[in-house]
């Protein structure tokens, strides 16, 4: 019988290099699984998205159809045709004064930000750290480290804006045709499960429609109520900070800490320390105002989502998919939440008493 060994115990040289070879083979396959499984769930977030904006389209052209007896695509086609005019007019209306107010921005920001280390350190605290070495231009990293996060960050926000091209596209193809997607997934399922299979849709569209409408809700309040404080205090670019606040609002959790920055920076170069302070206490009391009375009015039909849960599928989404998961981390919990009462608790489960809407348990 041949060994695989030499008198010395070590493996011959075939042996070796077929172990070798295995090994570099399951590493090449892993690398394969991970890099299809990343590429799919990139996929899948972008279908995710497009399912946010065709339902609700959808629904709004349903709503036409039942209520004025128009046909159902050209119910479609009148709603997807006054979102269009909301857009263009309102970027009409406020394009001069936004590209005044971002360009505004741009120059005070940097140099807030300067201004803020220099009044940090001339305090006491600020003084004793600069004893220790402590260099207060790192405290992002670096001049050169915070420019390539801003650079990062710009990166990303251009690759999501070329994804909406494929967004967008996608979304119209399904609210044209929602039965025959519908029907093809459907499809899959044993026909014992089917009636099953179509309620679960059922509650899914359901969910992640109230929950966009919801979104939006909240965050044009965000908006309106940020434009007024500030603009109560007196602050320059009212406008593009309030614009900023109310959009960034669709990110739960992250949202109002993101859109505070920029205007307390803006408020410590034009009022000082003070009016810094007047900024916070606004952002703090619009988010109060947010949390706890418009998305309860906006969403009280909705499953209950804790907060730590919503903010851990930020961290693992946001840190596998960027700022697409980031975004789009909300609406995917809501998804699984209604997947997992209905197919396990309750069916699995039998637990009968666990509702899916309306803040079921």
Same mark, same amino acid.
Request: hydrophobic fraction near 55%.
């Given at each position: 019988?041949?060994?695989?060994?030499?008198?010395?115990?070590?493996?011959?040289?075939?042996?070796?290099?077929?172990?070798?070879?295995?090994?570099?083979?399951?590493?090449?396959?892993?690398?394969?699984?991970?890099?299809?499984? $990343?590429?799919?769930?990139?996929?899948?977030?972008?279908?995710? !998205?497009?399912?946010?904006?065709?339902?609700?389209?959808?629904?709004?052209?349903?709503?036409?159809?039942?209520?004025?007896?128009?046909? !159902?695509?050209?119910?479609?086609?009148?709603?997807?045709?006054?979102?269009?005019?909301?857009? !263009?007019? !309102? $970027? *009409?209306?406020?394009?001069?004064?936004?590209?005044?107010?971002?360009?505004?921005?741009?120059?005070?920001?940097?140099?807030?930000?300067?201004?803020?280390?220099?009044?940090?350190?001339?305090?006491? *605290?600020?003084?004793?750290?600069?004893?220790? @070495?402590?260099?207060?231009? @790192?405290?992002?990293?670096?001049?050169?480290?915070?420019? $390539?996060?801003?650079?990062?960050?710009?990166?990303?926000?251009?690759?999501?804006?070329?994804?909406?091209?494929?967004?967008?596209?996608?979304?119209?193809?399904?609210?044209?045709?929602?039965?025959?997607?519908?029907?093809?997934?459907?499809?899959?399922?044993?026909?014992?499960?089917?009636?099953?299979? @179509?309620?679960?849709?059922?509650?899914?569209?359901?969910?992640?429609?109230?929950?966009?409408?919801?979104?939006?809700?909240?965050?044009?309040?965000?908006?309106?109520?940020?434009?007024?404080?500030?603009?109560?205090?007196?602050?320059?670019?009212?406008?593009?900070?309030?614009?900023?606040?109310?959009?960034?609002?669709?990110?739960?959790?992250?949202?109002?800490?993101?859109?505070?920055?920029?205007?307390?920076?803006?408020?410590?170069?034009?009022?000082?320390?003070?009016?810094?302070?007047?900024?916070?206490?606004?952002?703090?009391?619009?988010?109060?105002?947010?949390? @706890?009375?418009?998305?309860?009015?906006?969403?009280?039909?909705?499953?209950?989502?804790?907060?730590?849960?919503?903010?851990?599928?930020?961290?693992?989404?946001?840190?596998?998919?960027?700022?697409?998961?980031?975004?789009?981390?909300?609406?995917?919990?809501?998804?699984?939440?209604?997947?997992?009462?209905?197919?396990?608790?309750?069916?699995?489960?039998?637990?009968?008493?666990?509702?899916?809407?309306?803040?079921?348990?």
């Amino acid at each position: 019988m041949e060994q695989s060994t030499t008198p010395t115990g070590s493996l011959t040289r075939p042996v070796y290099i077929q172990r070798v070879g295995i090994a570099v083979g399951i590493t090449l396959v892993v690398l394969l699984l991970t890099g299809l499984l $990343g590429t799919a769930f990139g996929v899948f977030l972008r279908v995710m !998205a497009a399912l946010l904006i065709a339902l609700p389209l959808r629904a709004g052209g349903d709503w036409l159809h039942r209520r004025l007896g128009v046909p !159902a695509w050209l119910g479609l086609l009148l709603v997807a045709l006054l979102v269009l005019g909301l857009l !263009a007019g !309102a $970027g *009409w209306l406020f394009s001069s004064r936004l590209d005044a107010q971002v360009g505004q921005l741009e120059q005070q920001l940097p140099s807030a930000y300067h201004s803020l280390l220099q009044r940090v350190g001339s305090t006491r *605290w600020g003084k004793w750290l600069a004893q220790e @070495n402590f260099d207060f231009s @790192n405290v992002m990293g670096g001049g050169s480290a915070w420019l $390539g996060r801003a650079t990062g960050l710009f990166s990303s926000t251009i690759g999501v804006l070329a994804d909406l091209y494929v967004i967008v596209f996608l979304a119209l193809f399904i609210a044209i045709q929602p039965k025959l997607y519908r029907a093809g997934i459907v499809m899959l399922v044993p026909q014992t499960g089917r009636p099953r299979a @179509n309620q679960v849709l059922d509650q899914i569209s359901t969910t992640l429609v109230k929950w966009f409408v919801g979104q939006l809700f909240s965050m044009t309040m965000v908006g309106l109520l940020s434009a007024l404080g500030l603009w109560l205090l007196g602050l320059p670019a009212v406008a593009a900070l309030a614009l900023f606040a109310g959009l960034i609002t669709f990110i739960p959790n992250l949202g109002p800490l993101l859109s505070m920055l920029p205007a307390v920076l803006v408020a410590f170069f034009n009022g000082g320390p003070q009016m810094a302070l007047y900024v916070v206490g606004l952002y703090l009391l619009v988010q109060a105002i947010e949390s @706890n009375l418009l998305t309860p009015l906006a969403q009280r039909s909705l499953i209950a989502m804790p907060p730590a849960l919503i903010f851990i599928a930020q961290l693992v989404i946001g840190s596998y998919a960027g700022i697409l998961g980031l975004i789009l981390a909300t609406p995917i919990m809501a998804m699984l939440i209604v997947l997992v009462k209905m197919l396990y608790v309750q069916d699995v489960l039998k637990d009968k008493s666990v509702q899916v809407g309306a803040g079921g348990n």
